[in-house]
């Protein structure tokens, strides 16, 4: 993903994640769940919230790819 030099906030990350939910499978946005009720290092929040946004105008081959890269910060 590309990296940003702007931070996120954990808020900014569930707002986005509610603002993609409906485009996204539901263990995927429940993973996503999972992780903002940790405490997430900047870098993380930051890589969450570029995985989630425009997630809707990606193509299924890109959404297949940022599903599992979001299982995979879930892990």
């Known amino acids: 993903m590309s ?3 702007i931070d996120h906030t954990p808020e900014q ?3 986005k994640l509610n603002s993609q939910r ?3 499978p539901k263990d995927i946005s429940q993973k ?3 992780l903002l009720t940790e405490e997430l ?3 993380r929040l930051n890589e969450l919230f570029h995985l989630l946004k425009k997630y809707d105008l990606a193509d299924p081959e890109e959404q297949a790819e940022r599903n599992k890269a979001i299982a995979d910060l879930a892990v």
């Open 13 to 15: 990350v569930k707002e």
């Open 41 to 43: 290092s900047q870098e």
């Open 3 to 5: 990296s940003c030099s």
């Open 32 to 34: 996503a769940d999972l």
């Open 22 to 24: 409906g485009f996204m």
